[in-house]
């Protein structure tokens, strides 16, 4: 008898739900493993260079101190390395943790060992030449230009490993790589002193023996973090870009991380192409810099760090419970009442949770606005430098919480959001460093704090908003089985339909399907 | 424009059976009409093989994959879309719960008209916010402990197909055919709302309890344990869900079709207990081609008196159930000396099914008295066989009897659809004719045994019953008045000018 009837597959639960899940969080916390350890490097290699000298020239046998300027392009070549690893890197991260967790769902983990040889192939080779580029042009010692570009292009690479730490959620290597990382940085700073590397002469760059104790640094934690992955990953030679279209699928992902950085760093990117007072050149013709905002961005990023291993370890444990209760009431077969009650613990739970890492992150900033003026001491810090380090540390505040909502935002796959919430923190920051420029350098620094606090507030509204249609969003968004593409049975009046016969003839749009019989 | 197009799902021209046959001998047999016809497939990819010679008056046919999500296509829509939801909706969620009503009130909002483009696009059907909220409200009809996810799979694969077909090309005709309800009888409302041309449904079997039959065996449903006011025994949620979608489905047709018509009586007496207004029901039999069945020069082979040759024909499918035959025929092996049966008909509909048949032949060590023969030209074995069995679930009015009286063949059926009807008579003229054959139970192997040892043993009661089915097929049976009849509705519902003139609506 007639009818087709149910020749449907059985009905599968298509789509990830439990995917990425500890991703990103993990990567969040391993991301700041690098700017703890290169601020504590940076911090003694000042210590060390305090005690340098430079031989007065033509006077045999005097000796005076270390002029500022090449401390101060020793840390400005960090800052650059840093700034612009981070917003290149930004998007090829979340690709990489999104492709990675996806893969981790499907329970491939033979695909992870070609993945990371072929994003550090494409990561070292764009590094390289970017660094090399940029360079080439700046006025130092050959030696010089080619430890930045290293520095640059392992740093870069070290992001990239973070990634896949996180992804792989095998966070137990940072600690051991980061502490032996720190330890090889002082132990060489100390010792390429006395090596040729430390040269003092005239047209030589006395602090090349510290960069190179910063890339020693960083081999290590490479070393130990490679060789361990590779150990974990099960060993294929083939090639693996598979990852690659992921920047394509998530578009909004992908420029949402590279928002979220550059709006970190455009108030001194503003600053140092500026032509205002207080920006110096450092060599070259374009490598300018706002040294006093530069340091105190840099070492006020250390006031968020008990925000973040709170922020983590509440994910790990409370938020990721509830996040698999409310995808286990899903899969579980439960009813949609129960599913709506799993929702409203994990909006409320959240709720409080970002409350009290509020709370930490507030407590941090005020203990660095107090305890301010002691960096005096530690690294060549003025009055400004001090006023500066403040407004950053009270930038840092919103752009920590900011980061929090974020991954959160990530984790809920609402990237269009994320993207837009990036997008307007960006804005705004740039906006605000624009207006600086005319307001005056006590205002400097601001624009962090001003863009971020906005985004703070957009993207966390934004977010509890969309967790109340949580249900919906989860259920309505499942990906569609084996779609057609519509072009296939379409016509040009938008109806569904294919002719086989016109007019009274066949026409042979699929000759695959055999001619008549019977 | 043509002057009728059908609507096929799963039958003419690719799958060969009873409803295929029959509108292949309508487009023929009136040449003079310009035919359409929309095929519905499951999926692109489901293999199509014409199986019938596309008759030259066939002028148009498209083909449309139902089940093949076509989704984020550019729509244009128009109107007031919160109106649109309201009166939408109502139709939308009484579908799950078996209702069809309500569906005029949301046509245009849609499917829209030739001109104006509905105001809900299949985005927001399926995507949107507000389909959510008409989704979460039916799921709270069938209580709070109904598992969430599988509902909504349910919801999503059931009205998926729907949204699709509010879109669908149908060609203009001056008169629709369906010629089953379910998603292809719907296709027929839409077509006869959109061009405002009278609809005809003519139902053989019945399609919502065939599919009763087999979403109750589906075994890829779901049953959970929850009991509800809306349920059925035993069938959980989901199934039942899927069985009144196709209620509400027929519903709907019932309630739209100018004409409804269907083979036999108890046909009819179903029709009404699914909701079909009585009123609109007349009854026209099947017709075969006596001239050409009477007169075949060529058998398969010669006959042969020292053999008893059982004949089945149909396809090998588990709604034939031929494994109550097979069944059979192992309880009268001893019996009947000399006994061979044919099993005449495609194979390749339910390999599976045809793959456990033969196991079970072979089993049972039958291989040498039960043979499959596949596609053949039946007509070369009527008059060799000694008697046709037929043990199927479910029938209309088979084709395959009418055909086996032609040429004087009793028959044993089962006493579904219009079997009793055909072998016994139904008015008391036509029961005055004489039996025809044996009625059996259904699915019951010992009394399809006994009625073949009774027919063996009997060579003069199947001479009768072969002269009583013959002239029963002479008197109410031809081709002739098949096609008389439908002319004729065919002819008023052409010649009205709208689709309300005719009928009753």
């Known amino acids: 008898m007639a009818g087709i009837g149910f020749k449907l597959r059985a009905y599968t639960q298509e789509g990830t739900l439990l995917g990425f899940t500890k991703a990103y969080i993990h990567a969040t916390l391993v991301a700041s493993g690098p700017w703890v350890l290169t601020v504590l490097s940076l911090v003694v290699c000042q210590l060390l260079i305090a005690g340098d000298s430079l031989p007065v020239q033509g006077q045999l046998g ?7 300027i090449y401390s101060q392009f020793l840390m400005e070549t960090v ?20 492709y990675l967790a996806d893969q981790l769902d499907a329970l491939r983990l033979d695909t992870h060992f070609p993945a990371l040889v072929s994003v550090t192939m494409v990561n070292v080779t764009f590094h390289s030449i970017v660094g090399f580029l940029f360079m080439y042009n700046i006025e130092t010692t050959w030696a010089y230009r080619l430890a930045a570009v290293c520095l640059f292009v392992l740093v870069a690479e070290v992001w990239v490993i973070m990634a896949f730490i996180g992804a792989v959620r095998a966070h137990h290597l940072v600690g051991t790589a980061f502490v032996s990382g720190f330890a090889v940085t002082i132990v060489m700073a100390y010792l390429l002193r006395y090596t040729w590397l430390h040269d003092t002469g005239p047209g030589k760059e006395p602090v090349l023996s510290y960069l190179v104790a910063l890339i020693l640094g960083q081999v290590t934690i490479l070393a130990i973090t490679l060789t361990a992955l590779s150990r974990e990953f099960e060993f294929h030679t083939r090639w693996n870009f598979d990852w690659w279209p992921y920047v394509k699928r998530y578009p909004a992902m992908a420029a949402s991380g590279f928002f979220y950085y550059l709006a970190l760093w455009i108030g001194n990117f503003t600053y140092w192409f500026y032509p205002g007072p207080g920006r110096e050149l450092m060599r070259g013709e374009y490598m300018w810099a706002f040294p006093p905002i530069d340091l105190a961005s840099f070492f006020a990023q250390m006031s968020i760090i008990p925000a973040v291993i709170v922020f983590f370890v509440h994910t790990e444990t409370d938020f ?31 709720k409080d949770a970002l409350y009290s890492i509020l709370v930490v992150q507030l407590v941090c900033t005020l203990g660095a606005m107090v305890f301010a003026p002691f960096l005096d001491g530690l690294y060549d810090f003025d009055a400004y430098k001090i006023h500066l380090f403040r407004v950053c540390a009270l930038g840092a505040a919103p752009q920590a919480m900011l980061l929090f909502v974020l991954v959160i935002t990530y984790y809920f796959q609402f990237y269009k959001q994320a993207l837009i919430v990036s997008f307007t923190t960006f804005v705004v920051a740039f906006l605000t460093a624009l207006w600086t420029l005319g307001a005056g350098l006590e205002w400097y620094g601001i624009g962090l704090f001003t863009g971020c606090t906005t985004g703070l507030v957009i993207g966390t509204i934004w977010l509890f908003r969309r967790l109340q249609l949580l249900e919906f969003q989860t259920f309505m968004s ?25 007019n009274g003839q066949n026409v042979e749009s699929k000759p695959q399907r055999g001619g008549a019989s019977a | 424009m043509l002057d009728v197009c059908y609507f096929c799902e799963g039958t003419y021209p690719y799958v060969p059976g009873g ?8 487009i023929e047999g009136m040449p003079d009409l310009k035919f359409g016809l929309v095929y519905l497939a499951p999926s692109a990819a489901s293999e199509r093989r014409l199986r019938y010679k596309l008759p030259p008056n066939l002028i148009d046919m498209v083909e449309f994959n139902l089940y093949d999500v076509v989704a984020k296509f550019p729509q244009t829509t128009f109107g007031d879309k919160g109106k649109a939801w309201r009166e939408a909706g109502p139709f939308l969620s009484g579908l799950i719960n078996g209702h069809g009503r309500n569906f005029q009130r949301a046509f245009p909002h849609l499917v829209g008209s030739e001109t104006v483009p509905p105001a809900l696009s299949f985005q927001d059907l399926a995507f949107s916010y507000e389909a959510w909220q008409i989704l979460t409200q039916m799921y709270h009809d069938f209580g709070p402990r109904v598992s969430f996810t599988d509902f909504f799979w349910t919801w999503r694969y059931a009205y998926f197909p729907l949204f699709k077909l509010f879109l669908a090309e149908i060609p203009r005709a001056r008169v629709y055919h369906a010629v089953t309800t379910g998603w292809s009888g719907f296709m027929g409302v839409i077509a006869a709302l959109r061009y405002k041309r009278p609809l005809i449904l003519t139902e053989h079997g019945l399609y919502v309890n065939e599919r009763r039959i087999e979403i109750t065996q589906a075994d890829w449903i779901y049953v959970d344990k ?23 489905l027929g519903k709907a047709c019932y309630e ?15 029709q009404i207990q699914f909701g ?63 006994l061979e049966v044919y099993l005449c008909g495609p194979t390749d509909e339910d390999p599976s099914y045809y793959a456990e048949c033969k196991t079970m032949v072979e089993a049972l060590d039958l291989g040498h008295i039960m043979r499959f023969m596949g596609r053949v030209d039946v007509r070369k074995y009527y008059p060799i066989f000694d008697v046709q069995v037929l043990t199927s679930i479910s029938e209309g009015q088979p084709l395959v009897i009418l055909e086996g009286f032609a040429a004087r063949l009793p028959c044993i059926a089962p006493d579904v659809g219009a079997c009793g009807e055909l072998l016994l008579g139904g008015d008391a003229e036509d029961v005055a004719i004489g039996p025809a054959g044996v009625l059996t139970w259904v699915g019951n192997p010992a009394q399809t045994a006994e009625a073949l040892v009774m027919l063996y043993e009997n060579p003069e009661l199947r001479k009768q019953m072969g002269e009583s089915g013959r002239k029963r097929v002479e008197t109410y049976y031809r081709q002739e008045q098949l096609f008389e009849r439908y002319r004729e509705v065919y002819d008023e519902c052409r010649k009205a000018h709208d689709r309300t003139a005719v009928g009753i609506l």
């Open chain 1, 320 to 350: 990721y419970e509830d996040y698999r209760g409310f995808y286990n009431a899903v899969l579980a077969r439960k009813g949609l009442d129960v599913v709506v009650h799993r929702r409203q613990k994990l909006t409320q739970n959240l």
């Open chain 2, 19 to 26: 409803v295929s046959t029959w509108i292949h001998q309508l």
């Open chain 2, 226 to 248: 929850a009991s509800t006011v809306n349920l059925e025994t035993g069938l959980g949620t989901f199934k039942q869900i899927w069985i009144n979608l196709f209620v509400g």
């Open chain 1, 79 to 98: 800052v650059y390395v840093f700034a612009f690893t981070l917003i290149t890197t930004a998007p090829l991260q979340l690709a990489v943790i999104r």
């Open chain 2, 276 to 338: 079909a207004d009585g009123s609109k029901i007349k009854i026209i039999p099947n017709g075969v081609d006596l001239k050409a069945l009477g007169e075949v020069k060529e058998t398969a082979m010669p006959r042969d008196d020292s053999k008893f040759r059982v004949g089945f024909v149909g396809r090998m499918v588990p709604i034939k159930d031929l494994k109550t035959l097979i069944k059979a025929i192992k309880l009268v092996e001893d019996k009947i000396p000399g």
């Open chain 1, 62 to 68: 005097e000796k005076r101190a270390l002029p500022h």
């Open chain 2, 256 to 270: 739209n079709a100018n004409f409804i018509y269907t083979l036999h009586r108890e046909n009819k007496e179903m």
């Open chain 1, 478 to 502: 499942q990906p569609v089985a084996e779609q057609v593409p519509f072009e296939k049975e379409m016509l040009s009046d938008g109806r569904f339909g294919v002719y086989t016969r016109r």
